[in-house]
């Protein structure tokens, strides 16, 4: 049995559709789908040296327009291998966005297999050459040989200006699908994603309107989550509502989605789940990611509440190592919510720079509630503060004892007259524990100033 | 024309060839492959939801024992687009390693798919039930029928036991090519590739041998590098030697690969290779990646230096906000060598807890020489340390002027009785310029130690 799978809608009224076979649940949705793929061309992908992250941005920014990624893959850089990716993905895709093997060393061959696909050859750009030779006398450099290069382009394609760096991209078609080929350096294949292929795709297609909502918990794993709202997901599929589960170390985002034309019904419908889910769960949850926006983080979150309350905000990090401020810290503008952060990362310092007085390490241990509860105290002090987070554990992989084993935390926030402890045991991985501890610690504080009880 | 692909080494001393046509340089090096395929299902990875690090970390481990990974797959959890994958990835490898969908959630359903691919039906198998029960009864919960569902697996398949979580691997096999599914959640995925299925490769299969170095440099960019090292990396590919450029924040890796039997005859190959580059690059290397560990981290390697020399280092972050401490926290074991860190997030606290004289704000602002060298020595007093590394800078993406634009940044880093500043203009990314901050401050701090000279 086939589905309406595709539809290309073309200028002066005219469109294409495209026909597939599909499972019922996505026939409705499919209907709207303009299909892209990405391919990602490079031996340090494939050899593990990098990770890919150019395939997440851009397949969010593609989402946010109604555009569905069908596939990633990813090829070394061999010019048979390319081919072939080219081809799959003009039989799968509408529009296929093609990152690296564009750089001005040897290795890279990503623009004359783009020839070859497109039975073309290579030519200089003027533009290009002008932006390429500017890019190095602002930089006060030569513009070498190789640079030059970097100019040249298959005849016959768009050429989209790169302002961040010196390879251009370059848009082709066939068969009524697109290629873009981009840098593979993530702010220059940005630049020309946000400033022309996104706009483009935009003015060229009649896209559908994909609307997200996720709500983001803390402190719950996945399988007890399901277990609570189990009844109410077996109603999603027949409202055509998808709902994953996204855990990352001690958190889980539950994330609805659908699909549709119609942009005020979609938004009711999701939002209505979400209010008859959140009853269930509403312990956990701590924020909510809403259509458009980047997905909050819990520094986020807690950095507005910080704003919004007028309180500023110290930090004493142990085992934590200063990852809790670097957190806080990469949010623009928190410097006005946030003093600072002492590490101390033996005893001396603890007592040296946070007053904790020696007898707790004799009795209790650096690991104990006497000795974070301390930490926290002299913290709200030293950085004239209104609130403040101190950690002490053993993020292992040394460091454990029978009675204290590693992954062993204590936590203590303040606010207002109360110190708060409470003691955590997360697991063997250090970075893991570091990661969890920052994260249950943020939203110890959030949940102490909101007044929400555990 | 075509060229032998593939050999695969059966039992008894038989195998099967498989041919392709293929570029020359690749043909001496195909001729002893055997092609991994990673296929990651699931539609958080296509909306860009989460970054696909499972890949990355497969590629590493399959590459080290000398298995090529030609390619990498990323579909939704939806059964049409699996069902392809899987035959596509069949006629191109000899394994495919699948990670995803496999949650007691309803959304995942790589499960019954891999049973439809393979003509098969889900039966509970007694020992994952085991463990699966084991597994909440030592969490102290009750096992849910969502749980129990996690021990059905495909009849036929071999089944691999989770040692960290609920969902086993499975092992099925079909027209040569091995199929194993396993967990999405990265420490459950590795340690069944660690525990099991590398084993189990390495056990079954005549492996060729990887060698791969890579230069660290730090300091140059891509292209400057490349003209640097132009004529003699012209020589490399008649050698079979591959190279790549690897360019991150601040820094510049370049990778030389070559794959044979002959272990010591590759190992030669390569380092006189990295004999001959040396002298060209040698004041921008801080250090090499050797075949078979991981790829050290500029921490890593400030930090051995640290441990060998005795060193104690203290740290004043202010633009980096604690990025720094985290970095170098980040390594086991950093407490033999690391005292602490100040964040002071205000010149107030640069003031109270640094003791810098409050006319350096005054006269040269808290983003100058005098400010971090200020910082750094109270930093060696306050740590009692013997080297100490300061840092202040806009980070963005406000606070710029036209005098320090954003990514401004003045790093002062002390050993023995210097203090060496050194001011910097980024760029006007936040996340970068952190990140630019810390790999430059880590390498003077490096450089001072080593008494190398810019």
């Keep these: 049995m086939f589905y309406l799978d595709k539809i290309h809608f073309l200028k002066h009224g005219y469109f294409i559709i495209k026909i597939l076979n599909l499972q019922r649940f996505y026939k409705y949705i499919a209907k709207y789908t303009m299909n892209a793929e990405l391919l990602t061309i490079g031996n340090e992908i494939l050899i593990g040296q990098i990770t890919n992250t150019n395939a ?60 070859e696909y497109f039975k073309t050859e290579l030519v200089i750009d003027e533009n290009v050459l002008k932006d390429v030779t500017g890019f190095f006398s602002k930089r006060n450099k030569e513009v070498t040989e190789i640079n030059r290069k970097q100019a040249e382009v298959p005849k016959g394609c768009l050429v989209i200006r790169n302002k961040n760096g ?92 659908s699909k549709g034309f119609n942009e005020s019904e979609l938004f009711h419908k999701i939002e209505t789940e979400v209010d008859k889910v959140r009853p269930l769960i509403e312990r956990y949850i701590y924020g909510y990611e809403e259509y458009g926006k980047d997905q909050p983080k819990i520094e986020e979150i807690l950095g507005e509440l910080l704003l919004k309350k007028g309180l500023k905000l110290g930090l004493a990090e142990s085992c934590t190592g200063g990852y809790i401020s670097h957190l806080i810290t990469s949010v623009p503008g928190s410097s006005a919510y946030y003093n600072g952060c002492i590490v101390p990362y033996h005893n001396e310092f603890k007592h040296d720079l946070l007053k904790v007085d020696n007898s707790v390490f004799e009795n209790n241990g650096a690991v104990s509630k006497e000795c974070v509860m301390a930490m926290a105290k002299e913290t709200l002090k030293a950085f004239k503060a209104d609130v403040a987070i101190a950690v002490s554990g053993i993020a292992g992989p040394g460091g454990g004892t029978s009675e204290k084993p590693v992954g062993t935390t204590w936590i203590a926030v303040a606010y207002e007259d109360r110190i708060v402890p409470k003691q955590f045991v997360f697991g063997d991985n250090r970075l893991r524990n570091i990661q969890m501890t920052a994260n249950a610690a943020m939203n110890m504080l959030r949940k102490l100033i909101l007044k929400i009880e555990d």
């Design 166 to 257: 010196t390879a251009p991209g370059m848009w082709m078609e066939k068969d009524n699908t697109i290629f873009v080929s981009m840098p593979g350096v993530p702010y220059e294949m940005q630049g020309i994603m946000t400033d022309d292929v996104i706009p483009e795709i935009k003015k060229r297609f009649k896209l559908p309107f994909i609307y997200h909502k996720t709500i983001l918990t803390q402190g719950i794993g996945e399988s007890s989550l399901a277990e609570l709202i189990s009844d109410w997901e077996d109603g999603l599929a027949e409202k055509e509502i998808g709902l994953a589960y996204l855990p990352s170390p001690g958190m889980v985002r539950l994330r609805l989605s």
């Design 56 to 115: 997440v941005w851009m397949a969010q920014q593609l989402n946010m327009i109604g555009v569905s990624v069908v596939h990633m893959s990813s090829v070394a850089d061999e010019r048979a291998a390319i081919l072939k990716a080219f081809e799959d993905a003009r039989q799968r895709a509408d529009i296929v966005l093609i990152t690296g093997g564009l750089g001005p060393t040897k290795d890279d061959i990503t623009k004359t297999t783009f020839c």
